[in-house]
């Protein structure tokens, strides 16, 4: 069984309010549960969170609110005990992990994700990325390229960063790393704009517009 969970909390500190906050015709929490009930492979989408204001909303669209103890709510918490208390409060098998945060993934590239972890062989868990072809530097010191022979973006290795948009990963694995990242997780690389992670008020008013765009 593959349950979605998706994680919010009251505690937005960039941008306040932003799981429930106006998002052009919708939230951004309303937007991720109507997208998950709509994606067949998905047996049940879970909400947890402190917040009765959000696990009263998630109830009233279909979704299973799971309350979460406070305690797992502050930025004070390791992230591992966090994912590991995920883990520990929902009964199923294999665990699709996905913010609200990242509004512009298309429902086919959850379909695909889906079908794409369910074939694995030599993975333990899949997580999407975003591809950098950036010149990076660390300490004064170049990264992923030679100065002396300045590549071109497109020649530069392909370093990529995950963007936590989907995270597909058995219950079991995500309690033994405490993680939703495996020992050997499969990079599934997402175009730039459903890596669009709302982080900042300028991230939220960017996606917004660009969530708009795609309603025409």
């Known amino acids: 069984m593959l349950k979605a969970l998706i994680p919010v909390r009251a505690g937005s500190e960039r ?3 932003k799981n429930i906050r106006p998002f052009a015709d919708t939230s ?9 009930l709509r994606i067949e492979e998905i047996d049940e989408v879970c909400v947890n969170s402190e917040c ?18 406070s305690k797992f709510a502050t930025s004070s918490v390791p992230m591992n005990d966090v994912y590991e208390n995920f883990a520990e409060n929902i009964d199923c098998e294999h665990i699709l992990y ?3 945060t990242s ?14 972890y369910f074939s694995l062989k030599s993975h333990d868990s899949l997580n999407t990325v975003t591809l950098l072809k950036e010149n990076l530097w660390l300490d004064g010191k170049p990264m992923n390229y030679d100065p002396d022979y300045h590549p071109r973006s497109q020649d530069l ?19 033994e790393r405490r993680n939703i990242v495996g020992k050997k997780f499969f990079p599934f690389i997402l ?9 900042d008020s300028l991230d939220f008013e960017l996606a917004e517009y660009f969530y708009r765009r795609k309603q025409f």
């Open 15 to 17: 941008v306040k309010n």
């Open 28 to 36: 951004l929490l309303e937007l991720k549960i109507n997208q998950l």
């Open 52 to 69: 009765d204001r959000m696990l009263s909303l998630a109830s009233s669209l279909g979704a299973t609110p799971i309350k979460r103890d």
């Open 98 to 100: 996905t913010n609200v």
């Open 103 to 116: 509004p512009l993934v298309e429902d086919q590239t959850y379909r695909d994700c889906i079908s794409e």
């Open 157 to 175: 290795p392909d370093v990529v960063y995950l963007n936590f948009a989907i995270n597909i990963i058995s219950k079991k694995m995500m309690l």
């Open 191 to 199: 175009n730039k704009i459903e890596s669009i992670d709302i982080d």
